[in-house]
């Protein structure tokens, strides 16, 4: 139990650059709270103490305002980021590593009982406001956009975005994500919607800059090619004014 609390501590200052100290993280964290919270309402739950894990999981809704089903499986070291609005379904299942914001609904399509809710692999991100809905997988490393409705199982590391969400497929979008990232800040956030004008503006903008970014990468490889010659035709040049000196002297 305190090795995954410690876990849960660490994976905060991994995920958020404003965490300063274990103490703010401990105090001050609602996600590192409900998760905390969690795992005493969940023993509860598997131990047959229903009411109690109920009653407890209600209790860090009421102070977090993250509500997590005690029969939910969180794995090691789940970061809910800001956490307000999350919601996570009885039969839903986190993997170690994910990262879930704010608004996140983990949901089921139906009232039958059994499995109904999504399965979170390992290493998956979803961001602001998403709903990922009904017994889907969501795989290993995959990202899902703000605002994003998933109500089919996501391939591991792909990006889905967009309602009803579609994984990002083509070249452009996949250099636009990873030029996006390599900024600071992740594409998979932004609108599908080719009638949002916002969008439209910040994909315009990230186009650019990777394109900016590329002529002046080639612009300095011409440069050091130039630079390479320049040292080669130098030292050419000295060895031949050395013989030249060699032949002189005899």
């Known amino acids: 139990m305190f090795d995954r609390i410690r876990d849960d501590i660490a994976s905060v200052f991994d995920r958020d650059p404003a965490a300063r100290s274990w103490w703010e993280v401990v105090t001050c964290y609602p996600g590192f709270h409900a998760v905390t919270l969690h795992r005493v309402s969940h023993a509860l739950w598997r131990a047959g103490f229903r009411w109690a894990g109920r009653w407890l ?10 509500e997590i089903h ?15 609005g999350v919601v996570i379904g009885e039969t839903a ?6 990262t879930l914001y704010h608004g996140v609904t983990l949901g089921g399509t139906t009232w039958n009982k059994g499995k109904r809710h999504p399965t979170l692999l390992p290493g998956v991100v979803i961001g602001a406001g998403a709903k990922v809905l009904g017994p889907i997988t969501v795989g290993e490393g995959a990202k899902i956009g703000s605002n994003a409705v998933v109500v089919k199982d996501v391939p591991a590391g792909a990006t889905a975005v967009g309602i009803p969400a579609k994984i990002i497929e083509s070249e452009r979008e996949q250099a636009r994500e990873a030029h996006a990232e390599k900024l600071g800040f992740s594409a998979y956030g932004l609108s599908s919607s ?23 990468a080639a612009l300095a490889a011409q440069l050091e090619d130039l ?8 030292r050419l040049s000295e060895r031949n004014e050395v013989r030249l000196r060699k032949v002189v002297d005899r």
């Open 57 to 66: 999981s209600h209790v860090g809704r009421f102070l977090t305002g993250i």
């Open 70 to 84: 005690p029969g939910a499986i969180i794995g090691r070291r789940v970061f809910i980021d800001h956490g307000m």
């Open 93 to 98: 299942e986190v993997g170690d590593d994910c």
């Open 194 to 216: 080719d009638d949002d004008p916002v969008a439209q503006a910040i994909r315009a903008l990230t186009d650019h800059t990777a394109e900016v970014e590329a002529k002046l």
């Open 227 to 234: 630079k390479r010659q320049q040292d080669d035709s130098r």
